[in-house]
Structures are given as C-alpha cells and as structure tokens.
C-alpha cells in the first residue's frame, strides 16, 4: 500500500490501523509506503529505508531502535564551542542561538561522549531513544 491513510480524517486511519493489525495478527503480511514516520512506527514490523532508489537498509523496528543511537538534548551554562562535539559517533547537530543548549544524535562507547560532556557546567541533560523519524533522518546526512 502507497500512503493508505492521506486524506482520511483521524477516525477512519484508526479504524484501518485496527483492521491491519488484525489481519497482520492472522499471519497476513503488508507491505506499506508512507512518508508518515510516526504511521510506520505504530504499524510496522521491520523497516526498509531507500535512498535514491536504492535499499540501504532492512531492520526490524526493535534492531532499528536498538542500534546504539541515543538523542542527547543538553544544556550548558555559558556557549559551548561548535567543535566540541567534533567526537567520532556524533552526528545531526543542532544548536539554539545563544550556543547554550544543542541537540544531537551520539553513536559509540558511552564513556567517549561522557568524557567531553564532564568538561561542561551543564544545566540540564537529556538522553532518550531517538525517533524512527530522526534515524531516518540520519540515514540521509
């Protein structure tokens, strides 16, 4: 299926949500397309992302989320210099005006990262899962 849900209004997608997961509990095996991350996620099994074309990667949506990315969110008490995060793993940087806080996604040995985040006076930290729409994203920088 090629974008299923564009154009039905929200009562209907969950209603057609409802009837893929059943027929998908039956053994019944859908392909779907969409640009809707947040659909894919909810829906899906495993993932194939393409990139101009061509297959770049098939996981399942458990391996996907488990593939060692982490989204840290911080921020700092003075401006962190932009190359301070010029650590092997780090990837999709993306500041606030002030330099104070940035968001990024880190892949690699936990204690890499932690090294250089010891050297700043942090006012908040955050680190989750990221979105199957941010590791998309990653695919494509």
């Known amino acids: 299926m090629d974008e299923p849900t564009s154009g ?12 893929l997961k059943e027929e998908n509990k039956r053994g ?3 392909f779907l ?13 495993r993932v194939a992302i393409l990139r101009e074309g061509k297959l770049i990667s098939v996981q399942s949506m458990k391996e996907l ?9 911080l921020t700092a008490k003075s401006a962190i210099p932009e190359d301070f995060f010029s650590v092997p793993g780090t990837a999709n940087l993306e500041w606030d005006k002030s330099k104070t806080s940035v968001s990024f996604m880190f ?4 204690m890499m990262i932690m090294n250089q985040l010891h050297r700043l006076e ?3 930290i955050l680190i989750e899962e990221p979105s199957l729409e941010e590791v998309f994203l990653h695919y494509y920088e």
């Open 8 to 19: 039905l209004d929200p009562l209907i997608q969950q209603a057609f949500y409802d009837i």
């Open 28 to 30: 019944v095996t859908i």
């Open 33 to 45: 397309s969409s640009h809707v991350l947040s659909e894919v996620q909810r829906l899906c099994d």
């Open 65 to 73: 989320r488990e593939n060692g990315y982490k989204k840290i969110s």
């Open 107 to 110: 892949c690699g040995p936990v």
């Open 122 to 124: 942090l006012e908040d």
